[in-house]
Structure formats: C-alpha cells, structure tokens
C-alpha cells in the first residue's frame, strides 16, 4: 500500500459518499426554504420587533420543519434519484459502461433464491434479535420514533422508497463506488469495514448505526463473493421488503417467535455457507489481489 495509492483511493470513496449525501443536504434546504414561504404568505418579520419576532421565527421555522418532515421519504426520492443520476453522468463522462462502472454483472439463476433467502431471513433474525439487547430507553423510543417516519407520504410513496430506491441507491454508493474505490489502495477487509462503517452512520439513530454497519458487511461480503453489485441489491431489496411486509404482523405466542428466530438464524446461516461454497472468490486481507479483483477498472 502506498500512500499516493491510498490517497487516491480515498478520494474515489469520498467523492462517491459526497454525491449521495450532498444531495441530501441539498434537497432538504430547498425544500425547507419553500416550507417557510408556505408556512409565513405575506408576512413582514421586518414590521416586528423584540420578543414577538422571536417567537414569531421560532413558530415558523418549526412548522417549516414540519412540513419537511412530512414529505421526508418524497424529499429522500429526488435526492436519491438525483444521486444515481450523477452517478450514470460521471460514468458517461469518463467514457465507462453504467452496469460495468458499478460491477453489476449477471448472477447464476440457482444463487437468486439463496439471495432472497438471505435477505429475508437476515430481516427475521435482526428484527427478533433487537427483543434481546438491552438497549436506554432513550435509544429505542428514538429508534421507533426515527422507524415511524418511514411511513411519511403514503404507503405507495414509502415503500418504493425503501424497497426499491433506498436499496438501489445505497448500493451504487457504499458497495458500486466507495469499497470498489477504498479496495484499489487499500486491503480489501479494511475497505469493507469502512465502507460498512459509513453505510451504518448515514442511517443517524444509534441502534440503526449498529445493525447496518454489521448489515453493510453483510452486503459487501456478498458483493465479493458473488463478483457482481446485483447480488447485494437483491438481499438488500428483500431484507427492506420484509421489513415493510412485518409492519403489518400482528402480536405472536412465545412460541411463534422462538420458532421464527431459530429458524431465520439457520435460514441464513444455510445460505452464506451455500454462497461461499459456490463461490472461489476469497476476502483478502492484504493488497495482494485487492487492487483489481474485479477484473477491471
């Protein structure tokens, strides 16, 4: 590893994160700067002054605020598409194929329901494990707070943006660009565990940054493995269907869960062991083949 190399490579991962939250940042101002010129028509702050424009301010900017909440998972469709937009134009601009730029390639038709496997039993698993870990108080009330809000503008809305869109984009980002970018300076498992480490913070409550940094692994691993960007869409899309489908599972017996959790556990667990089986590939933990594993730049 050199350091021109390594800088280099940073650089790619930075520009990629850059992208997909700059965007974001981008799309939340505008729409909150549109939010105040609803929430305050034909109003002069000017003509007030001292404590009343205070609180003048204070209540616009909450119902600003408000009203971009409201439409967060419309805002978070724009600034995703905008990103993956971005994305194709630099490929276009450096004269590179989309879906060879990312490392999206064919997948063997036997491994697609092993994918789907994952994805669904990770869900399962994840979800019944969180019963288990005895997270404050204050991290679950503001996870289940942060999880409700998914539900903003609408079922049709929330669940292309996270089954479909969120998935998609997330992948072309942390495991399309920033790991393909940190693996050319530097080992490849370091390149998995920032990257995985990023994908976790971007999602902000605690508990969420905990399980998808493990996730972000997860997806990387299988982007490894299988050679080929699709096969982490796939488990993501499905880990992201199940959970918007266990939304509307109703209470269950003691038995039911023990049940679910034993049997998501070895549903997973099956399924890496079928893809590593299946696969020759191997997780490098030196520069040694880390620099071109895919093959191509």
Known sequence: ???????????????????????????????????????MP????????????????????????????NYSMHLTLVSGVLAALTFFIIAKARRKKFLDDLGVRKLPVNLIPVLILLGASLNIFVSLALNFIPFPQEWMESYTESASQLSNGGIIISTIVTVIMAPIVEEMTFRGYMYKGLKT????????????????????????VIYASLLGL???????????????????????????????????????FWLLFVSSAIAAL?????????????????????????GQE
């Open 42 to 69: 034909g109003m002069d702050p000017s003509a007030l002054t001292g404590a009343d424009y205070d609180s003048m301010l204070i209540e616009f900017q909450n119902k600003a605020s408000e009203i971009v909440m």
């Open 185 to 208: 300076g530097m080992p490849m498992f370091a390149a998995m565990l920032i990257s995985s480490w990023v994908f976790g913070l971007v999602h902000g409550e605690v508990i969420w």
């Open 1 to 39: 590893m050199t350091l021109k190399g390594f800088l280099k490579a940073a650089l790619r991962a930075f520009l990629a994160f850059a992208i997909y939250f700059g965007w974001q940042i981008i799309v939340v101002n505008w729409a909150y700067i549109a939010a105040t010129f609803v929430v």
């Open 270 to 294: 099956a399924a890496v062991i079928f893809i590593s089986r299946s696969s020759d590939r191997k997780i490098e933990f030196s520069m040694k083949r880390s620099e071109n594993t895919d």
């Open 218 to 256: 997860v997806f990387t691993w299988t982007t490894e493995k299988c050679g080929s960007l699709l096969a982490s869409m796939i488990v993501h899309i499905t880990f992201n269907l199940f959970g918007v489908l266990t939304q509307y599972v109703g209470e269950m017996s003691e038995w039911a």
